[in-house]
């Protein structure tokens, strides 16, 4: 029923990305679990795949740099085949009010959460258009839809490819490829370990289910948008938020 | 290999890949006009020559390319043909 396919899932060492590597290797896919510094947590990720009977590689890769992006898809290419389902999800924070806001700080969260959805698609593309077919999954945040304070520039980012996305979604549609978003409210991982406690029990509140959402239940959203069954959406912002603030 | 090879070569990828009819297909047909290639079709159709000429056409000088002997211009220079 499942045809195995060869996936990309940047960021996937650990968090939501680590998860969604795990979802799917559990749906047949070979997956290349992408990361940049934590090597230990990525090759763990990958005997955690093959122990389950899946496959998958770890490789290392700085995707907001062009030429390490280009090498990083020759790599998976050679080794698992060319990618067909690529799902953006490497991603940083570096909260700051607006007004204390350095230039750094602004182009560290945009290179990493924008710039390299822009590297990863556009070379995903190349092999996904001749193929015809391909899943294209970026993960955004509700941060992306209602503005956070302190979030600026995440929240930029995050906008940012929900409207790349949809623009994609339609320069690709008729070569058989998706172009989608899964944006997450509040999830329990290390990027929201660091907010105190009252901090989570206020977040938690305003979820209409009470609680934060968990890393597995992001991939299985986003291991369904990778499937043949969801063949007709594209261009789609799937939020995943427990029912944040109705 | 010369430019009459590189011509037949392109010819017989535009062929297979795009599906093109080889009767239409002269130095100045114009891709998305002539040969009714859309703007992604072209895209496609570069990114096929490159792998089959074992070359590299920069974003640039892809949008330069929009007639078949454009292509084998611009294939030519790159192997000093």
């Known amino acids: 029923m499942t045809v195995g396919r060869v996936a990309l899932v940047t960021g996937g060492s650990r968090g939501i990305g680590r998860a969604i590597a795990l979802e799917l290797a559990k749906r047949g896919h070979a997956v290349a679990v992408g ?127 929900i409207g790349f996305s949809k623009s994609v979604a339609k320069e690709v549609g008729s070569r058989g490829i998706t172009v989608n978003v899964v944006a997450p409210g509040f999830v329990e991982t290390d990027m929201t370990d660091d907010l105190s406690d009252d901090v989570k029990a206020a977040a938690a509140a305003s979820v209409a289910l009470g609680r934060f959402g968990t890393p597995a239940e992001i991939a299985s959203a986003v291991g369904y948008l990778a499937s043949d069954e969801a063949s007709y959406i594209s261009g789609h912002v799937l939020v995943v938020d427990g029912g944040l603030a109705l | 290999m010369d430019r009459a090879e590189i011509e037949s070569r392109l010819k017989t990828l535009l062929v297979s890949e795009l599906g093109l009819d080889e009767e239409k297909i002269t130095p100045d047909a114009k891709f998305e006009t002539d040969l009714e290639v859309d703007s992604l079709g072209v895209v496609e159709l570069l990114m096929a020559i490159e792998d089959e000429f074992g070359v590299t056409i920069p974003d640039e000088e892809a949008e330069g390319i929009g007639t078949v002997g454009q292509a084998v211009d611009v294939v030519a220079a790159k192997l000093g043909a």
């Open chain 1, 35 to 161: 990361y940049l510094s934590s090597e230990a947590a990525a090759l763990e990720v990958v005997d955690e795949m093959k122990s389950a009977g899946g496959s998958g590689i770890a490789i290392r890769a700085d995707v907001g740099d062009p030429e390490e992006v280009v090498a990083m898809f020759q790599t998976v290419a050679a080794r698992l085949g060319p990618i067909e389902i690529l799902v953006n999800n490497a991603g940083i924070r570096h909260d700051r009010l607006l007004a204390r806001m350095g230039i750094d700080v602004w182009d560290e969260v945009v290179t990493t959460n924008l710039t390299s959805v822009y590297l990863c698609t556009k070379q995903a593309l190349r092999t996904m258009l001749r193929a015809r077919w391909g899943r294209i999954v970026t993960i955004g945040s509700v941060a992306g839809i209602s503005g956070n304070a302190g979030q600026s520039n995440y929240a930029a980012a995050k906008a940012a490819v």
